[in-house]
């Protein structure tokens, strides 16, 4: 029984998973030399983040990142596969030629806009989720002081967290202590447990664990940052933008992040990245 539930686990968070290949009559909008894999559109993804990429109770792929990959791939006429690994491996595995993009809602910076091509297309912010019931009050970021905060390691989340333990330890408060956690999914487990006594993630998975009942989402919209796609080649990024463009002008974009409530980045997707 252990081995079987180990397997499971595995299975949420490492290796490929397939989706329905484009009709054999289509002609991909991209070339073979910009991608791992022939006719293949190879995306990362860490499915932890529910309602956006999430694992559902058959073991299947789910959520608005999900749906989208899926219908930029098939705009494109390539078969979507995903890989399912931790945040921190995606960069790294970007660079190693081992997807084609990243597609977990990765949040834009200058600093990564120099690393990689990215194209902005989702508003997304930073949020703290406590414990059932707000046992602590938590009402502010001051309220943060003294705290132990969980959240995903590597990510924007934890720099945006360590940036307010340190305006706190500045303002002569006690700074947060910060617990990093392979992926989220552990991290709101351990929030469960009472090994940590906030977490932190983004808005729209806060507001999902809100909703449930779960955990309450007591600060939200902060350091309002677009999320973006991230890729190696610029030929490949470029297609994806007109894909975008084209889903934002017959409106199918709007539908599917109205179903989500989440909101479009502004920008019109342009490709940002070294030349």
């Known amino acids: 029984m252990r081995r079987v539930l180990l397997a499971a686990v595995i299975a949420a968070v490492s290796g490929p998973a397939f989706a329905q290949a484009p009709a054999a009559s289509c002609t991909p909008r991209v070339a073979d030399s910009e991608l791992i894999k022939s006719r293949t559109l190879v995306m990362s993804t860490n499915p932890t983040l529910p309602p956006l990429q999430f694992v559902n109770a058959q073991g299947q792929l789910q959520g608005m990142r999900i749906e989208l990959g899926n219908e930029i791939a098939r705009r494109l006429c390539l078969t979507p596969e995903y890989v399912r ?14 997807w084609d993009m990243i597609n977990t809602g990765i949040f834009f910076t200058e600093e990564r806009a120099r690393m990689m091509q990215m194209v902005r297309y989702e508003n997304n912010a930073v949020a703290i989720s406590a414990a059932r019931g707000n046992p602590l009050n938590i009402r502010s970021e001051r309220d943060l002081a003294g705290r132990t905060v969980g959240v995903e390691i590597g990510g924007f989340e934890e720099r945006r967290l360590r940036e307010i333990s340190q305006t ?15 992926n989220f999914a552990i991290a709101f487990q351990a929030l469960r447990a009472g090994q940590v006594e ?12 809100d909703q449930r009942g779960d955990f309450p989402r007591v600060l939200h919209g902060l350091f309002p940052t677009p999320a973006a796609f991230a890729f190696r080649s610029r030929p490949l990024a470029t297609e994806v933008s007109r894909v975008l463009q084209e889903m934002k002008a017959d409106g199918s974009l709007d539908a599917l992040f109205r179903r989500y409530g989440v909101s479009i980045a502004d920008g019109g997707f342009e490709v940002v990245g070294p030349q």
Do not use: C, H, K, W
């Open 85 to 98: 690994i931790e945040f921190s491996a995606m960069i790294p595995g970007l660079a190693a030629r081992r």
């Open 198 to 209: 906030a977490v932190t993630s983004i808005d729209a998975v806060a507001a999902e664990y």
């Open 168 to 182: 706190l330890q500045n303002a002569g408060q006690r700074p947060i202590t910060v617990r990093t956690f392979d």
